[in-house]
């Protein structure tokens, strides 16, 4: 970091951050101004009905910081009276950690985790007011909205002590700080000053208060004024925190004793812990103790008794456990003892070391163990108990038994619902979600997706409840007797079960206090069934008792105890809603009189929550939901309406649909649920609406869709968070404050009928009676596919090594999908039934699929096609019991195992052919059974491939020889249900066998006294199971996706390196579970996609085993593990420019199934080797002559398909444009003629006497240097290799064009390229990251000879006379470098020398050679060195410029030099030759050597390439401008060559004629060139302005024609071409102009702003005609006007337009702009689910289509990826085109019907929107932001970044 000196001694915030421009910070929502009366000055005032909502963030960006290291944190405010607000800091930790710490009057209680801190802020009052006194007295008005009379407050905040003290982490800076509504605010600043604000400068100095001791009086603009005769403390308030003295709550930002805060400052709490005076509990349990609790009971110590808390254990350490309440819990035993005290010592303990992970609470066993008074309040971090490990005995020996037990272990479920999906609950602390998955509940952390589960209900899960705290769970089945379960919520284990009478339990409400359980049931009449139980005893181990009971006939839907009253409830259902009482055993109900709405079905009903349990009855409101879309507000003390309001779908505003909705008329969108906190109310809806109100309702300021109707919403408990359900079995939540969407669980919504498991990239594959086919992630149970179709899929299988997966379907269709590109490979009709069996080969050579009607398939899938092989009839039993996996292949691929013919039949093939091997007869096997035995399953072992094992009817496993088809063992009442499915491990140890709901694992050998154990968790019958590929763990498949830990030991011998590993596993779930947390424990079993072969290398000290690190490897390609290799690899393949050979056929784009891809991969793509050689971190050198490439954050998409060559629907035509940021990226050569450079990704050869272009494609990233031969025939490039593999060198014949080789070596950017003299050799140099220097041969191009240097190298250079000498320059000096030859081998020898003294500490950046003998190198600070070859010494230096040179040319006695200056320099250096070696460098003046400046000349850029004839006359020179200038000294002239954007280029538009094209950029410039030669013709430049939007006017002559551009000042400028003046400028919006057109005759401008405003302008006079405010709120992102006669739409006008807007909604309308007509003729709004990403969501694109006006097309983000054709006519979207990516431009043809569609991931896509047929282009560096036909459709333009490429169109 920089030095801290300007921080001191105290910085300004406002001020540094300039924070009225608003450039380095933001604002959002209603964020004002106005001059505060006492304080006489202008101050901030922030509001908003939410706080998180309306805010000013400083800095602007999350990738900013402000970096002040100040210890305290000021902030001047005053909290909004009666109303809420948030501060959030995120300050970083020396470590690297950020810490957010938060504090509001919002919060009730303190909250911590080891990177969030949340304090509660207690507003004070003014002095002697009423507000005042209530608060000393009644200590329930401490926390919540401010008091009337709050005052201006400073704040100071002591971060060194606050990290030190909660998280004992040492403070580093202040990242960034975010003021939310309510409050004003005068500044912020910090200081490591201790500053006292009621001390003025005059009594500092009586006091003696110094800068020098620490402390001092606040700054003079930043104190408040304060009136003669007043004291400061009377007009204002001063907080610090920590605070001076004792307050409760504890850890809480309140008002201090104003004597003790104002006494000297000197004795103010250093950054180590203070004993706390009057705190009798332990600090972590107190930091969990209810603030009322606290207050109402506080307990008092003597002072003199020494305090009880003397350390904190280190939070840190937490983290590592996911939390204390997953420790206690015991999945085994599901019962944990922990010793637990209300006040108890806590020990100090050392930092944990590598070895020890836990966080150790030690209890003094003199002071005895306290009982809880309460069971609800309390959590306690506990150290997990190893498991004992008990030795064999004789009784052990006699009946021995399958070990470990338990075998197996629930790991994770993928499922949500079951019997409803309307119970989902929130933990007090938000950091978990509780759901049922069938007859399992399942806890959920919402950071990591950790599952517990609660295990023990026989059927569905009808209902959940918490109590208040959420210690206590209460849950119900279904079932003709239900039954109830009450747990302890943080240990796991059920407190009671009891069952209740009645059928169809469908609701449960726990009362806060958790001593009133209520639920709603059917009794056997039908009628509906209230039962109140008293369960105050159940956590004391109390039986529960019944209180009350009722049978009605009112239906009730939903009924809630009063969380403010335990014998108050509420009821809603069918026409009525009701309130409830239980008085003396009875319970007694009175309705609501709901008047006209008495036939309403209400869903819900919710109670305002937040506020305080003793607030009065008559300030109660409660709130009721209906299906027809009504909100009531009920008085619930007096049982009467308030008000009703309604949700009611969007009106049409149509000419042909004129009527409107009443109030009571038309549909409504039912609401299914609703929750109500403190500030804004959700509800979820029946629409797919996840949506948030203010209060009153006024408007939706937050929605979310859902791809189902949302069933549930529920609020968390600090209002940040809110939690949405959908029937469609969806779980997720929204985070308010970042508007960001989180998915925590998808699941089937019907039976899961099979699987199958990828190996090695660890997904899973599943098809479903609810007719999908889903891919999940086993590691995150993200859901990262869903193939939909009409046709049911039956059975799946994926590929051994590929990424395909084949499905069968109940019409007997067989498909094959390859899942990186969603593409279907093959499709195939052989079976007229159900697929009842679907298999590949472990080899992969083939796949084998059964019918239902008998019909067995062998397919070929080494091809693509998937070809069939062979097809026999009648060879499986008929029938579809045995699906989904009625064939096994066994390990070798040499065998195929089925039953058939018969039923009573199990067959053997010929795996390659079907050839019958084997028959073998279940049926007669035993003879003595009375019946006729049937084979359900067959499966081979695979250990063993002479064992068959047969499932049958009879309920026995049957062991069968495959070669003599003897019984060799047989198994009798295997289940007690039929065998569904049956596995055999890997090794043959262990079988697996699944009936009906319970999985058993049993000794494959029998040998064993007890050979099995079973496990239930399944509500519905098992389909399929199954151990993973990798053996560590189990999956089956029913009601939901079950994932099992598989803990067995392994049967390698002792001491191989499998062993070792697994033995490593053994432990981690035995006896050393204490050592590692269970989620660490899950990524050592189940991480790894394959078992290990060999010992893995350690890339670090011993790591913590982690799933992240784990998953690294399975992650990436297996490709990628080669890069373990330190050879290099070249590869000799042509150029992928042309992609691979397409089919002269090709298929069909649109498929039967859509494929959505719902979650990216995981981001840790890198191998082992990249994450060791990221972990030096390589320090950036400090020079522009080093290459560094753009950032970008598109990804190349690696399955685009180019198209054959001479097939090319569009070529390109020209490159426009230099990409400056490279380094040396151009080459001439004057007598051969060649002229050379880059831009983005493509070497554009021009001839420059014809001005054509020809074009080298092969990369795909950014080119950053070009070499060329000295004959001209060869050019290299480099350029950064794709997806962040290795660069990528190519070697071009500039004859041909052709590619003749490809280099990868360089781990990162190639910095420079150079040839010999002779040509013989070729370099390359690599940049800081790898900074190594490589030789080649520039006839095969194999590598010499390479070196690994010490420091970053800038440039090399081979030496013109001699063939074996060569240089480099660096950060570490200069490296003069020696060839020697043996043979065919090539040596490199290097001698370092660093820069002389007399330069200082520099950097070379360039070189060049001189004669023979000399070589001048270039320095950072504008030296040029002259050094002698052979001694290797530094003759002179001079000062050739005043900042940095980054190229050097020597032609002759002519030296040239291009610096940062933007001069360009000629020097005559001929007197360097008489320069003799002496005792010390001299420089140009001590020596007498007269280096002469002969010309010079100032450029628009940098210099960054240049090449100059012999003479050095003439040359070509390139600038980080993007320009190439042709230079000639003789006549002292500058030509540009070539010109380009050197910002982001934001349109380019071409004129209605064609003959020119205008071009805008984010460095405010408006470029205008000529069509043909791409000349600049004119450039209009504003400066400090970007301009985002260019328009042509419609005007015909060329004299007329004129450019209007939007700029994001909101300002218009129209330039007139033929004056190259600008004519006018209009100023009609606030915001940045995003889009500008002429209407269609000209005669006005529409321009659109960024917040949604249409200003309609005239060109004549600039005057805004109409603003147009239908989308106020979203930018707009397209404007397009075309003529048209609007009568066929029913409206007048003879021109319509368009606007789209961010918020997927498009308004087209008909305009006749003489008469000023303009009205709305149709209105689109597109559906979309919330948008999860990091980046932003795609823009919403529109456009008439050219050939008919009336239809339109669409594209943007939403359900699917795809272009939409609407008709104005019909009304409705008439065609889809899918598209493989989200767009991000998109054009459309004016002949042909061609769609030219860009997209991020860097395709251009041309589609034919007739067929559908298209074809990928791939020659851009970065996303596509810009497409755009010409007039004509002859031309086509697209743009990334600045990068500008013209087409030419030739048609699909």
């Known amino acids: 970091m920089a030095s801290k000196g300007w921080q001191h001694p105290y910085v300004n915030i406002f001020k540094h951050v300039r924070i009225e421009d608003w450039k380095k910070s933001s604002k959002e929502g209603d964020v004002s101004t106005y001059t505060d009366k006492k304080l006489k000055c202008s101050v901030f005032r922030i509001r908003g009905s939410v706080p998180a909502n309306s805010y000013i963030l400083i800095p602007k960006h999350s990738h900013q910081s402000l970096g002040l290291t100040g210890q305290y944190f000021y902030l001047l405010f005053r909290p909004t009276p009666g109303k809420y607000f948030v501060v959030t800091l995120d300050v970083a930790a020396e470590e690297g950690q950020v810490v957010r710490i938060s504090f509001s009057n919002m919060f009730k209680e303190f909250k911590s985790t080891p990177t969030s801190l949340q304090f509660p802020f207690l507003c004070g009052a003014a002095k002697d007011s009423v507000y005042e006194s209530t608060a000393k007295s009644a200590r329930h008005g401490l926390v919540g909205p401010a008091p009337t009379s709050v005052r201006w407050t400073c704040l100071t905040l002591d971060l060194q002590y606050t990290l030190h003290f909660y998280l004992n982490r040492c403070y580093s800076y202040l990242k960034s700080v975010k003021l939310c509504a309510n409050m004003a605010v005068k500044n912020m600043f910090t200081s490591d000053l201790l500053l006292d604000p009621g001390v003025s400068f005059s009594e500092a100095k009586l006091m003696g208060l110094a800068c020098s001791q620490g402390t001092g009086p606040i700054p003079r603009d930043m104190a408040f004024p304060v009136p003669k005769g007043n004291s400061w403390h009377d007009l204002y308030d001063c907080i610090r925190f920590p605070s001076e003295g004792t307050k409760l709550p504890f850890d809480s930002i309140q008002k201090g004793n104003p004597r003790q805060d104002a006494r000297h400052v000197s004795n103010h709490r250093s950054p180590i812990r203070e004993e706390s005076r009057c705190v009798s509990l332990s600090k972590p349990v107190q930091d969990r103790v209810s603030l009322i609790q606290q207050i109402t009971t506080p307990k008092s110590l003597p002072r003199n008794q020494p305090p009880v808390v003397t350390s904190i254990p280190e939070l840190g350490v937490v983290s590592m456990h996911q939390s204390g309440d997953w420790l206690c819990h015991n999945d085994d035993q599901h019962q944990q003892e922990s010793t637990r005290s209300i006040s108890h010592r806590l020990t100090p303990r050392p930092p944990c070391d590598a070895d020890d992970d836990g966080v150790h609470v030690f209890v003094h066993p003199e002071e005895g163990l306290g009982k809880h008074g309460e069971e609800s309040e309390e959590e306690l971090v506990c150290t997990p108990v190893a498991h004992l490990v008990r030795s064999s005995s004789s009784k052990d020996t006699k009946e021995q038994k399958l070990l470990p037990d338990p075998i197996l272990r629930l790991s994770r479920i993928i499922g949500f619902g079951g019997a409803t999906t309307k119970c989902v609950l929130w933990t007090k602390s938000g950091d978990a979600v509780v759901y049922p998955c069938h007859a399992i509940i399942v806890s959920m952390k919402i950071s990591s997706n950790q599952q517990r589960f609660f295990i023990g209900h026989t059927d569905k899960v009808s209902a959940l409840a918490f109590n208040g705290n959420t210690t206590v769970l209460a849950s119900a089945q279904t079932g003709n007797h239900s039954v109830v379960r009450v747990w302890n919520y943080n240990k796991g284990i059920c407190l009671a079960m009891f069952r209740i009478h009645a059928h169809s339990l469908s609701s449960l409400s726990f009362s806060y206090s958790g001593g009133i359980l209520c639920g709603v049931g059917k009794d056997s009449h039908s009628k509906t069934m209230v039962v109140v139980w008293n369960t105050l005893n159940v956590s004391k181990g109390g039986e529960v008792t019944i209180l009350a009971k009722a049978h009605t006939d009112v239906d009730i839907h939903t009924m809630k105890v009063a969380f403010f009253d335990d014998t108050r409830l509420v009821s809603c259902g069918r026409d009525n809603i009701r309130l409830w009482r239980v008085r003396n055993g009875t319970l007694r109900s009175c309705p609501v009189n709901l008047g006209d709405y008495h036939s309403l079905d209400f869903t819900d009903v919710a109670f305002e929550e937040g506020n305080s349990p003793y607030q009065h009855l008559d300030d109660r409101t409660l709130y009721a939901s209906s299906r027809s879309g009504h909100i009531f507000e009920i008085d619930y003390s007096r049982v009467v309406i308030r008000n009703v309001r309604r949700l009611s779908p969007a009106q049409q505003q149509h000419a042909e649909r004129r009527e409107k909705w009443t109030f009571n008329t038309g549909p409504g969108i039912a609401i299914n649920s609703i929750s109500v906190s403190s500030s804004f109310c959700a509800t979820g809806s029946e629409d797919g609406f996840l949506r948030l ?334 151990f993973t590929p990798d053996q560590l763990g189990v999956v089956s498949v029913g009601d939901a996706i079950f994932l099992w830990d598989f803990l067995a030991n392994p049967a390698n011998p002792v001491g191989s390196l499998t062993d070792s590993c697994s033995r490593l596993r053994v432990s981690y779930s035995s006896a050393a579970k204490s050592a590692l947390p269970e989620a660490e424990v899950h990524g050592v079993q189940l991480s790894n996609g394959m078992p290990r072969q060999t010992a893995p290398l350690p890339t670090s000290p011993p790591p913590r085993l982690d799933v992240s690190t784990m998953d690294q490897v399975e992650q990436g390609a297996l490709g990628s593990l080669s890069l373990c290799d330190d050879t290099p690899t070249i590869t000799t393949v042509p150029v992928p420019a042309t992609g691979p050979a397409s089919s002269s056929n090709p298929r069909p784009a649109t498929s039967f199934l859509k494929v959505t891809e719902l979650v990216n991969a995981s981001p840790q793509n890198t191998s082992h080797l990249d994450t060791e050689f990221k972990g030096k971190t390589p320090v950036r050198p400090d020079c522009y002559r080093h290459f560094f490439p753009r950032f970008k954050t598109s990804i190349l998409d690696q399955a685009a398909v180019t198209p054959q060559p001479g097939e090319e629907g569009i070529k390109l035509k020209a490159v426009i444009g230099y990409n400056g940021n490279g380094r040396g990226n151009m080459v001439w050569s004057p007598d051969q003629g060649l002229f050379a450079y880059s831009c983005g990704c493509v070497v554009v050869v021009e001839y420059l ?73 070729f370099l390359s140099v690599g940049d800081f990251t790898d900074p190594e220097v490589a030789l080649w041969s520039s006839k095969t191009f194999q590598m010499l000879s390479s070196v690994s240097l010490s420091g970053p190298i800038h440039d090399a250079a081979f030496s013109p006379s001699a063939a074996s000498q060569l240089a480099c320059v660096g950060s570490q000096g200069v490296y003069f470098c020696l060839m020697h030859s043996h043979g065919l081998d090539v040596d490199l020898k290097v001698q370092r020398v660093r820069a002389p003294a007399e330069v200082g500490d520099v950097e070379l950046t360039a070189l060049c050679h001189h004669m023979d003998s000399f070589l001048f190198t270039a320095t950072n600070r504008g030296h040029v060195c002259v050094w002698d070859i052979e001694t290797q010494r530094c003759l002179m230096t001079w000062e050739a410029d005043e900042g940095e040179i980054g190229v050097l040319l020597c032609r002759g006695n002519r030296l040239l030099t291009g610096s940062n200056t933007r001069w360009l320099r000629l020097w005559e250096v001929e007197a360097v030759q008489g320069v003799k070696p002496q005792g010390k460098v001299s420089s140009v003046e001590d020596s007498g050597t007269m280096v002469v400046l002969e010309q010079e000349i100032m450029l628009d850029g940098t210099t960054v390439s240049a090449a100059f004839d012999n003479t050095m006359d003439m040359g070509i020179v390139g600038t980080t401008a993007g320009t190439l200038w042709y230079i000639n000294w003789s006549d002292s002239s500058s030509i540009r060559l070539v010109s380009g954007h050197k910002s982001k280029v934001n349109d380019v538009v071409f004129s209605p004629d064609e003959s020119h094209l205008t071009t805008c950029s984010e460095d405010g410039s408006v470029r205008v060139w000529s069509a043909p030669s791409n000349e600049l013709v004119v450039q209009f430049q504003v400066l400090n302005q970007s301009c985002s939007c260019v328009c042509w006017s419609p005007a015909s002559s060329k004299e007329s024609a004129c450019v209007a551009a939007g700029y994001s000042d909101g300002t218009l400028r129209i330039f007139r071409l033929s004056s190259s003046e600008m004519e006018m400028k209009l100023h009609p919006h606030h915001v940045s102009v995003t889009a500008v057109q002429y209407s269609a005759d000209g005669h006005v401008i529409l321009s659109a702003g960024k917040n949604g405003l249409v200003a309609i302008s005239s060109p004549v006079n600039g005057a805004t005609i109409r603003v147009i405010r239908d989308h106020k709120g979203a930018s707009i992102t397209t404007i397009q006007c075309v003529n048209e006669q609007c009568k066929n739409f029913g ?162």
């Open 693 to 1026: 109100w203010p209060l009153d309702f006024s408007a939706v300021f937050l929605e979310a869709e859902h791809e189902g109707p949302v069933s549930l919403v529920s609020v968390s408990s600090d209002s940040l968070q809110v939690l949405a359900a959908t029937s469609t079995g969806n779980l997720g939540f929204l985070d308010v404050s970042s508007r960001g969407y989180n998915t925590l669980m998808r699941s089937h919504t019907d039976t899961v009928l099979g699987f199958s498991v990828d190996g090695i990239r660890r997904h899973l594959t599943t098809a479903s009676s609810d007719g999908t086919v889903r891919i999940w992630n086993m590691d995150s149970l993200h859901q990262l596919y869903d193939f939909v179709s009409e046709d049911s899929p039956c059975s799946v299988a994926f590929h051994p090594s590929e990424q395909i997966f084949s499905c069968g379907f109940s019409s007997g269709i067989v498909r094959v999908f390859d899942i990186s590109s969603a593409k279907l490979l093959a499709e195939h009709k052989q079976h007229r039934g159900e697929v009842v069996g679907l298999a590949f080969s472990p080899d992969g050579d083939f796949m084998y699929s059964a019918g239902s009607q008998g019909s067995l398939a062998l397919y070929n899938s080494s091809e693509e096609e998937h070809s069939v092989i062979r097809v026999v009839c009648n060879m499986i039993a008929q029938g579809t019991e045995r699906a989904p996996d009625a064939l096994t292949v066994s390990s070798d691929s040499l065998c195929l195992a089925f039953v058939g013919p018969s039923e009573y039949i199990v067959t053997i093939a010929d795996a390659r052919s079907l050839d019958e091997l084997l028959h073998v007869d279940v049926s007669i096997l035993d003879v003595e059974s009375p019946r006729l035995d049937s084979a359900l399953k067959v499966c081979f072992s695979p250990a063993s491939t002479e064992h068959l094992l047969v499932a049958t009817s009879e309920n026995k496993i049957l062991w069968v020889s495959t070669k003599t088809g003897r019984l060799l063992r047989e198994v009798s009442k295997v289940h007690k249900h039929q065998c569904s499915s049956l596995a055999v491990s890997e090794d043959s140890r262990f079988l697996l066998t699944a009936g009906h709901n319970a999985v058993k694992v049993w000794d494959y050998n029998m040998q064993l006294g007890i050979n099995s154990q079973m496990f239930i968790g399944h509500s519905q019958p098992i389909r399929q199971v199954s």
């Open 1249 to 1321: 006497h014809t001005g054509s272009q020809r074009h080298l494609q092969g990369h795909s990233e950014e080119i950053s240097c070009l070499a060329v031969t000295n004959d001209a025939q060869t050019v290299a490039s480099a350029a950064g290799g794709s997806n962040g593999s290795r660069s990528l060198i190519c070697i071009w014949d500039v004859q041909t064009g052709a590619c003749r080789k490809t280099i990868s070596y360089h781990r990162g950017a190639v910095q420079s390229l150079a040839f010999s003299r002779d040509d013989r050799f």
């Open 1691 to 1852: 409206l007048e006008g003879n021109e319509m337009w368009l606007a789209a807007s961010a918020d997927r909604r498009v308004s087209v309308w008909a305009a006749d702009w003489l008469k000023e007509k303009c009205d709305l003729l149709d209105w689109l709004t597109f559906p979309a689910p919330a948008y999860f990403e990091d980046d932003t969501p795609p823009p919403t694109l529109a456009a008439f289509c050219p050939s008919d006006p009336g239809l339109v097309v669409y594209t943007g983000y939403g359900v699917e990826k795809e272009l939409s054709f609407y008709s104005l006519a019909k009304k409705q979207i008439i065609k889809k085109i899918a598209l493989p990516h989200w767009a991000t431009c998109f054009s459309l043809s004016s002949k042909s019907q061609l769609i030219a569609v860009g997209s991020k991931e860097r395709v251009l896509k041309l589609i034919k929107s007739t067929s559908g047929r298209f074809q990928d282009f791939l020659q851009h560096s970065d996303s596509l932001q810009t497409c755009h036909f010409s007039p004509s459709g002859t031309l086509l333009f697209t743009v990334a970044y600045n990068e500008i490429l013209l087409w030419e169109v030739r048609g699909l």
